[in-house]
């Protein structure tokens, strides 16, 4: 059975992920489709525009057969954190044989060569990439600027590009994981991925959350007919979409009842980030003023708001280092189809770590799973920054929904 993995976080879901979607069969001739999305919360650091039973839904509508959620303590790393607990995940299926991502290049030579490189010049890296990082940028970008030195490829600026570079992490993570998936790409279509105004043509998933924000409609020449309902019915629940301003006072709690020294547990904190935060807490009266004031070269406001959120959500150095060394320690289906359902037959009978369908049981358990109680915290979180806030526990009652 060939199985396709997908890796998404569809905030919000729209055209250019249809596309992905439809590709993820066409391209591989797939007999199903597994998608690791991000939760309520995203790798950016901020809440999803709407919550991941709704887009697991609109999801299962457009292509995708089993939505595996990848745990908050992945989402909230950086991006090679990311992918490698997306590749991780899906690894720990036991049934998933190919991985396919959209590209700006799109196409898969390029990937192939880069993925050559990083195995055959391990050692070298090791010591070329931290030079880089001393110019203050990230690693992912340090990467990036390396093998541009190192390697030439099909198109100038292809390690500029936000989509190839993430396509570079995800063959980074299976190097580190020796995993074996037969790896596809496409070209991505339409507005790039961080843009901010509405093109008119297949646009960012950047543009239609800045459009949502700013008061805008959501109509279908932004997002596919039922991505659009999703997002309606959200908006008429909840009078809004989420953002972390909806957060601002109870991050301002949990940064009172801590000093310096215990910030420092949190994961992100690093080079004296605890003080900084500890001074300006006290001096800004929202959000968007917290981070633009600790922003730098020196710290990125992408490295500020996962730290932000690691303290809200009660994230520690502790559990980060347990996911990136251990792994995920379960594997929580968020929705499927009839032939999903077939595939989580197979994972319960392959896979390395359990299938989580029955939450609460787990939960009670004399042991409950490793990293279970920040999932549940992340749900229940997300949900007070709604307009009227939710009851808590809801993650206990919660079962993958059958599209």
């Excluded at 839904?57 to 997306?86: I, M, N, R, W």
């Excluded at 990083?118 to 050692?123: A, N, T």
């Excluded at 998936?181 to 070209?187: D, E, V």
């Excluded at 949502?212 to 997002?231: I, M, N, Q, R």
Aim: glycine share 8%.
């Amino acid at each position: 059975m060939k199985i396709v993995g997908c890796i998404a976080e569809f905030n919000p879901f729209h055209y250019g992920h249809e596309l992905y979607l439809k590709k993820a069969k066409e391209l591989i001739g797939a007999d199903a489709v597994v998608v690791v999305m991000s939760g309520d919360f995203v790798q950016r650091g901020e809440p999803a525009i709407i919550d991941a039973e709704r887009r697991t839904q609109v999801a299962l509508s457009y292509g995708a057969d089993l939505v595996l959620e990848l745990h908050p303590a992945y989402v909230l790393g950086s991006a090679e954190y990311f992918a490698l607990g997306a590749i991780w995940s899906l690894e720990a299926t036991g049934v998933v044989t190919d991985l396919i991502f959209g590209s700006e290049s799109g196409k898969i030579n390029d990937f192939n060569r880069v993925q050559a490189y990083l195995r055959d010049h391990r050692k070298s890296l090791s010591t070329q990439i931290p030079l880089a990082m001393r110019g203050g940028i990230s690693y992912s970008s340090a990467i990036a600027r390396v093998l541009e030195q190192e390697i030439t490829l099909s198109e100038t600026g292809f390690f500029s590009k936000p989509n190839n570079i993430l396509g570079i992490e995800y063959v980074k993570a299976m190097l580190n994981r020796d995993q074996q998936f037969q790896i596809h790409t496409y070209q991505r279509q339409g507005a790039n991925y961080h843009d901010q105004i509405i093109q008119g043509t297949m646009e960012s998933a950047s543009a239609i959350r800045q459009h949502l924000h700013a008061g805008g409609l959501a109509d279908e020449s932004l997002v596919p007919l039922l991505s659009l309902k999703a997002l309606s019915r959200f908006y008429e629940e909840n009078h809004q979409y989420p953002d972390m301003e909806a957060y601002f006072l109870f991050l301002q709690y949990r940064i009172c009842l801590l000093s310096p020294a215990q910030l420092t547990h949190y994961a992100g904190c690093e080079e004296g980030l605890e003080n900084l935060l500890w001074k300006k807490i006290h001096q800004v009266h929202s959000y968007a003023e917290l981070v633009q004031s600790m922003t730098s070269k020196r710290y990125p406001a992408s490295r500020i708001k996962r730290f932000l959120l690691s303290i809200l959500l009660g994230y520690t150095k502790e559990l980060a280092a347990s996911f990136m060394t251990q792994g995920p320690s379960y594997l929580k289906p968020l929705g499927f189809t009839a032939t999903g359902q077939k595939v989580m037959k197979l994972i319960k009978e392959t896979g390395s770590v359990p299938l989580l369908s029955n939450v609460a049981e787990s939960w009670n358990a004399e042991t409950s799973p490793r990293g279970l109680a920040l999932d549940l915290v992340a749900r229940d979180i997300y949900r007070l920054g709604a307009s009227p806030a939710s009851p808590l526990g809801s993650g206990l009652r919660m079962a993958p929904k059958k599209g």
